[in-house]
Nanobody, 123 residues
Framework: QVQLVESGGGLVQAGGSLRLSCAASGLTFWNYVMGWFRQAPGKEREFVAA????????NYADSVKGRFTISRDNAKNTVYLQMNSLTPEDTAVYYCAARLGSWSSLRYEYAYWGQGTQVTVSS
């Protein structure tokens, strides 16, 4: 079965950096658009970033543009999210997700989801 496993979350001070990873199995990874979403307490899950099957196209939420970078390594079946200049507003559970077709910022268009990794940014 398809599994997406996130890692790399943790506690970091404001202004710091974290790199999240998401290892995929059970699917033909290079066929899938990969996305990162996040959900803060009491809020809806929101789009963060997405990357095309070959990494040639990326898309970001306005709130993270210039600070976060999504990338992928198809040889390792892994997608990454480099997060720099973190603020307390970035505190959330971060999820990776996979979908076939073109990129999307809509969570219901993603077929597969990981369990999430907690990112906490202290002020």
């Amino acid at each position: 079965q398809v599994q997406l496993v996130e890692s790399g979350g943790g506690l970091v001070q404001a202004g710091g950096s974290l790199r999240l990873s998401c290892a995929a199995s059970g699917l033909t990874f290079w066929n899938y658009v990969m996305g990162w979403f996040r959900q803060a307490p009491g809020k809806e899950r929101e789009f963060v970033a997405a990357i095309s099957w070959n990494g040639g196209s990326t898309n970001y939420a306005d709130s993270v543009k210039g600070r976060f970078t999504i990338s992928r390594d198809n040889a390792k079946n892994t997608v990454y999210l480099q997060m720099n200049s973190l603020t307390p507003e970035d505190t959330a559970v971060y999820y990776c997700a996979a979908r076939l077709g073109s990129w999307s910022s809509l969570r219901y268009e993603y077929a597969y989801w990981g369990q999430g990794t907690q990112v906490t940014v202290s002020s």
